[in-house]
């Protein structure tokens, strides 16, 4: 019987591993890839820019690594040859967690387009170790292919079981590891599995002639002393990690509580002084989110939350409100404190940040307020309650998501607003967003008043529709609800700090269609027009 018809024991266990291997490379990849964007996301955001810088590098990486392995699968066809490649993807996935937190803090300051940013740290990142896992797929074949009348039907076979592999990376890693686990201990686990692939194919390589029989046993302890390498270098990257994260928190004057990252947010809890902060770690800094003084209840030093409670005053008899982004909870607490019998429903897409929440800030569900976990548009779609006064601060370290400031969205917030209810917003002032978000707002409500400084700072926009109320009603009614609740924010102070601006109403209005908010976000506005 010739060789080509037999295989013998060795050459089936050979085989089955690389279509192991074939599934634990293909997994890795989309893990890696779905992993690189928890990396960049705090630097250089979420938006549709990051995404085509991770993806575009993964293919990128990916070709690269077809083409090379390709050409040294026909030159040196030995697993244990391609099992170095492996083992060093690994030790390059190792050390990420270690470089890229001052890598990317560099990047943002040398590059101040977030876009070229995100895809250079893409590049330095995940190009190197993918492309030696991109290896894998055509050297597979070439290892697989012991009868050369089915390397087709080998090749399908391999590149369908690491596309499975794919699929279960990206789900794994997605629903399972990121809700569970930290960043840091999903990549050191990553780097580990790749290892571990890498040295199978270093110890199991098989018997081909003489020399590969003579050196089989060399292999074998190559195999072993690159373990205790990697496990070496593994105590290692841990000791640094604690290292560097102690001196983290050492350098800043606030004591972190606590630090989590859900499937949404880098999140860090603060407390200086009688002060807690919430934090949602992106764009290379720690932007906040909520913060309680917890020595005084009525306080909130957050600016922008001072002035949401003005939307009291325009409907003044408000029974129930709805506030999409909850954060911490501050204001909705707030005007609870004061309105005992107003229902509030508090709609938060990360649970981990209610969570916190009620761990920090004294967010306490009851009848009367009940907080729900989804996405603030998907809830305006499903549900069939009309409110009085809705409110929205779904901000996410210093940008919003596009779906929820596009016409559409608001005029889903207009078809649950009670008759004489209003809808109040909390915007951020310096770029064009800004003016182009007041735009979208006046072609969906009759009205769009402004409260807050009239240069700096956020600022809060109340919509309602029917005739405009007058400054003098407005007055009176803040005046009214003062005297009867003892705001800790004088309501009459608050709609004293009114203003108006011109927008160019030449310009579109956001969409669904048609929504670049990131790029919006990052024009600066120098030439704002004020009114009186």
């Not at 590049?123 to 292919?145: D, H, Q, R």
């Not at 934090?279 to 030093?301: K, T, V």
């Not at 003892?486 to 608050?494: E, H, R, T």
């Amino acid at each position: 019987m010739s060789v080509n018809n037999t295989i013998n024991h060795n050459q089936k266990f050979y085989i089955k591993l690389i279509y192991i291997n074939a599934f634990i490379t293909g997994a890795v990849v989309m893990a890696m890839e779905m992993t690189g964007s928890r990396f960049l996301t705090p630097f250089f955001g979420s938006s549709v820019y990051t995404w085509a810088s991770i993806i575009s590098m993964v293919l990128l990486s990916l070709s690269a690594g077809y083409f090379i392995g390709g050409y040294l699968a026909e030159k040196k066809p030995y697993s244990f040859f391609l099992g170095y490649f492996l083992y060093i993807a690994a030790v390059l996935i190792l050390f990420i967690p270690l470089y890229y937190v001052q890598l990317f803090n560099y990047l943002y300051e040398i590059i101040p387009d977030t876009k070229a940013g995100g895809f250079v740290g893409a590049l330095i990142t995940l190009f190197l170790p993918l492309l030696m896992l991109g290896m894998y797929s055509p050297y597979s074949v070439k290892l697989g292919s012991v009868d050369s009348i089915r390397v087709g039907k080998i090749s399908g076979n391999l590149y369908a079981i690491s596309t499975i592999g794919s699929i279960v990376g990206t789900l794994g890693v997605t629903f399972i590891l990121i809700p569970l686990i930290g960043l840091k201990t999903i990549t050191i686990s990553l780097s580990a599995i790749s290892a571990l692939s890498g040295l199978s194919l270093v110890f199991f390589h098989p018997k081909e002639n003489n020399e590969l029989n003579r050196n089989k046993k060399s292999k074998k302890n190559q195999a072993w002393v690159l373990l205790i390498l990697y496990l070496a270098l593994l105590m290692l990257v841990s000791f640094w990690g604690e290292i560097f994260h102690s001196s983290l928190k050492n350098k800043t004057s606030s004591t972190i509580l606590e630090e989590v990252e859900s499937e949404y947010n880098h999140i860090l809890i603060k407390q200086k002084g009688e002060y807690v902060t919430m934090g949602f770690y992106h764009y290379g800094a720690n932007h906040l989110e909520s913060s309680i003084n917890i020595l005084n209840e009525y306080e909130l030093p957050l600016s922008y939350a001072q002035i949401m409670p003005v939307g009291l005053i325009y409907s003044n008899k408000a029974k129930n409100l709805l506030m999409i982004g909850m954060g911490g909870g501050a204001v909705t607490k707030y005007i609870q404190s004061y309105l005992k019998n107003i229902d509030i429903t508090g709609v938060e897409l990360d649970e981990k940040v209610i969570d916190l929440a009620k761990k920090y800030f004294g967010l306490v569900e009851k009848d009367n307020y009940k907080v729900i976990i989804e996405d603030g548009r998907i809830f305006m779609h499903r549900s069939k309650d009309t409110f009085d006064i809705i409110m929205l601060d779904a901000y996410k370290g210093g940008y919003i998501p596009f779906h929820l400031c596009t016409q559409e969205f608001y005029q889903m917030i207009e078809n649950h607003m009670n008759k004489n209810g209003c809808a109040v917003f909390n915007l951020h002032r310096g770029s064009k967003l800004f003016n182009r978000t007041i735009l979208t707002l006046e072609t969906v409500f009759d009205n769009v008043d402004l409260y807050g400084s009239k240069t700096k700072g956020n600022a809060i926009a109340v919509a309602y529709n029917g005739p405009s109320k007058p400054i003098s009603e407005l007055n009176k009614t803040a005046d009214s609800l003062q005297n009867q609740y003892n705001f800790f924010y004088n309501l009459k102070d608050l709609s004293g700090i009114r203003f108006n601006i011109v927008v160019d109403q030449k310009q579109k209005a956001l969409t669904d269609d048609f929504a670049p908010v990131n790029f919006l976000n990052a024009i600066q506005e120098h030439n704002e027009k004020t009114g009186d």
